[in-house]
């Protein structure tokens, strides 16, 4: 077994409770301490895709420079930008373009494909015989197009992608509507990722892995952290509302604000928030079997256990912003579309939600240890990939924690890198 160490992660939504369950199994004294409490933030609400490599070409991609003003115009309104908020956005925006290469993204794209190979595996070792294993669905998920033009339009990725060895099949219309009878006939194409897998509810399936944390020796703490003590390359106590506490190693999985708390430790990241929307319609079973993704209308769609829940657009306004929940309509009017007959009668309730994804310019997560520091990794920046990604973050960090090479190249991720 490795050393054994305390080790303190500042974050308890999905990417803070799988390293804990992971760090926790390595042998390690495990801490997590947290501002709101288990899935409290962006881990409450998703879509619930657990993806495999078909997540891996990043977004920027060569010419979105082009198509950005044609997406702020466009009256669907998948991108919104708060323009109060551009000063604050530009250096991350800047950024993006200069990743929105095609080498760049080839390469980003690679690395992402290694990182992504491990998530329903690391997903299958975490939840294994625990409670958490029944809020997972293992048939796949999908990819929608209602146009021949934009099926057209991803060939370039889905050849790459299929180069590198992902495994997908691509359904016409019919053979879309025998596997989910539900959904529109005017839908043309998808693309069918047999292996990836899905959650039924995200924020159980957190609190599920949470609570098997705790079951298993785990400690979870409500405060937030406010700031650090370092010095000689170590932080070595944190200051939280709930006092003091004495650091021997620390994960920073804070999510959207963990740029906050690396510059407590004096460290420049340049993470930002892309916003998201969802709205739920409580009580209505559409008979979708497993989720889907529409490409061209970027949203998602997943029959949870509570209800139907239309997920998606992207609005960069920065953390602290008010929601502007007109945005969960406007997931809402364009998902409902993709049902044959769509019947929202029997509704028992309508939630809506905002949530922060965590992302770095490239779209690739900060995952590594923290420049300059000897006892402090970083597990965040995993964007639209978070919960897709978490199981398999955590055990790498885990890894680098206790010492091991998790053979995986890390270059592509390491926190510092803009
Ligand atoms: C609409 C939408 C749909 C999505 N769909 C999918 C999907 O289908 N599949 C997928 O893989 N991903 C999806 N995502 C992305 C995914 O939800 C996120 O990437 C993921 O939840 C991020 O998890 P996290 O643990 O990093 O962050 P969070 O869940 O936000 O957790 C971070 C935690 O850190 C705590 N914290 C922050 N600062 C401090 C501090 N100073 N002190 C103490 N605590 C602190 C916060 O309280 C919070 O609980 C979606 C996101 C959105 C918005």
């Known amino acids: 077994m490795a050393d054994q160490h305390h080790v303190t992660i500042i974050g308890a939504g999905i990417v803070g409770v799988c390293a804990g369950l992971a760090l926790l199994r390595d042998g390690h004294d495990v801490t997590i301490v947290d501002r709101d409490g288990v899935a409290e933030n962006c881990s ?8 495999q490599t078909d997540g891996s070409m990043p977004l920027p991609y060569p010419g979105i ?25 530009l250096p991350w925006m800047l950024a993006f373009l200069k990743s929105a290469n095609a080498e760049v993204r080839e390469s980003n794209a690679r690395a992402m494909y290694a990182l992504l190979d491990g998530t ?13 294993e029944r809020l997972i669905r293992k048939n796949g998920t999908l990819v929608i197009y209602k146009t021949d033009e934009g099926y057209e339009g991803g060939a370039d ?9 992902a495994n997908s099949q691509h359904l016409a219309s019919e053979e879309l509507r025998q596997m989910e009878p539900c959904l529109s006939p005017d839908l043309r194409h998808a693309t069918y990722f047999p292996e990836s897998y899905s959650t039924t509810n995200p924020y159980k399936l957190t609190c599920a892995i949470g609570d098997q944390f705790v079951a298993e020796g785990g400690k979870i703490e409500l405060a937030e952290v406010t700031g650090m003590r370092h010095g000689a390359g170590r932080v070595s106590e944190l200051e939280t509302t709930a006092g003091d506490r004495k650091v021997d190693r620390l994960l920073v999985a804070a999510g959207a604000w963990s740029h906050r708390v690396a510059a407590m430790m004096g460290l ?33 769609l997943n029959q949870m256990d509570e209800g139907v829940r239309f997920a998606g657009t992207v609005e960069l306004a920065g953390v602290d912003a008010a929601p502007n929940y007109d945005r969960a309509d406007i997931v809402y009017e364009k998902g409902r579309t993709a049902f044959r007959d769509f019947d929202p009668s029997g ?20 995952l590594g240890p923290a420049s300059g520091f000897s006892n402090v990794w970083f597990d965040f920046g995993h964007q639209h990939l978070g919960l897709s990604l978490a199981a398999r973050s955590g055990m790498v960090v885990s890894d680098l924690i206790s010492g091991r090479d998790p053979g995986l190249d890390l270059h592509a991720f390491r926190p510092e890198r803009f």
């Open 44 to 51: 409450f609400g998703n879509a619930g895709v657990i993806c």
């Open 120 to 132: 329903v595996s690391s997903y299958e070792a975490l939840t294994k015989g625990t409670p958490g």
């Open 65 to 89: 420079l082009r198509d950005v003003p044609k997406m702020l115009m466009d009256r669907r309104r998948y991108l919104t930008i708060r323009w109060g908020y551009m000063p604050s956005l």
């Open 268 to 300: 420049k990241v340049l993470l930002d928030t892309e916003r998201g929307y969802h709205t739920v319609l409580h009580g209505v079973d559409t008979g979708l079997t497993r989720p889907l993704i529409h490409a061209e209308d970027h949203y998602g």
């Open 157 to 165: 990725d889905r050849a790459f992608l299929e180069n590198l060895g």
């Open 347 to 366: 509704a028992t309730k309508v939630t809506k939600w905002m949530g922060r994804r965590p992302t770095m310019p490239d779209y690739l997560p900060a």
